[in-house]
């Protein structure tokens, strides 16, 4: 099953991997609407998107914003996640609590708040599909808030799967992907990083937003697949 004509919400849709979700559907055939907090954001991702594709701003942490912006979607097929804050990396000891709970609140609760106002307005046949991460299967020193979150949002993902069902909920859990999620890190560090990571997979290079996108589209074409973790990881799991 394909996704022509279909109706894709993509919330944090504007940048990375949301981004390369929103291009290869609408590459696809299907109308897209992308979502994120900033006005700049949406404007750039319209002028990389078909003239069709349709942009809002959107406060993920806002549920009375979440609310107001599906009762303007309507009917649609299928409600991608992706938003979420720069990657949070610091020793527990020395953890900032209140930043801890600002990545969680869009990470995991706006993709709750999404959820539970999104899914009502789906189509027979559509699907959810949410985005975690790898840090909850191999998590690092400095990522217990990261891991954390990507344990939360995998088990959410499961007990959507069975509340919601026949609706299919999915996600997806990258490996290491350049995209902005790493911009508060220096650049001589970060691109120190992405080589050393590069070196040490499998596949001998870290992800693209494109690469991950694929998983997406993969969950939401087929149809007998619900509570799933699909890792997009260049085999870093394995090392």
Not at 111 to 119: D, F, L, N, P, R
Not at 134 to 161: V, Y
Request: proline share 4%.
């Amino acid at each position: 099953m394909g996704l022509q004509g279909q109706q894709i919400v993509v919330i944090g849709g504007t940048s990375g991997i949301g981004l390369a979700v929103a291009e290869s559907a609408a590459r696809e055939g299907a109308e897209v609407v992308v979502a994120s907090r900033r006005q700049e954001s949406v404007d750039a991702a319209r002028k990389r998107l078909p003239g069709n594709a349709e942009g809002q701003v959107l406060d993920a942490t806002d549920e009375g914003a979440v609310r107001g912006f599906f009762e303007r979607v309507g009917e649609y097929d299928h409600l991608v996640y992706t938003a979420g804050e720069s990657l949070l990396l610091e020793a527990v000891a020395d953890a900032d609590v209140a930043r801890a709970r600002r990545f969680m609140d869009t990470r995991l609760w706006g993709a709750y708040t999404a959820v539970k106002h999104g899914a009502g307005s789906i189509r027979p046949g559509g699907s959810v599909v949410l985005t975690t991460g790898t840090a909850g299967q191999r998590p690092l020193p400095g990522s217990s808030a990261a891991s954390a979150l990507c344990g939360a949002m995998e088990s959410l993902t499961r007990a959507l799967a069975v509340e919601l069902a026949p609706l299919r909920v999915n996600v997806v859990s990258p490996g290491l992907v350049r995209t902005e999620l790493w911009r508060d890190l220096p650049e001589a560090a970060r691109e120190g990083l992405f080589r050393s990571s590069a070196e040490s997979l499998p596949v001998g290079r870290i992800g693209e937003p494109a690469d991950v996108a694929e998983a997406y589209l993969y969950l939401m074409r087929g149809g007998y697949s619900t509570g799933s973790v699909v890792v997009v990881d260049g085999g870093g799991t394995l090392v």
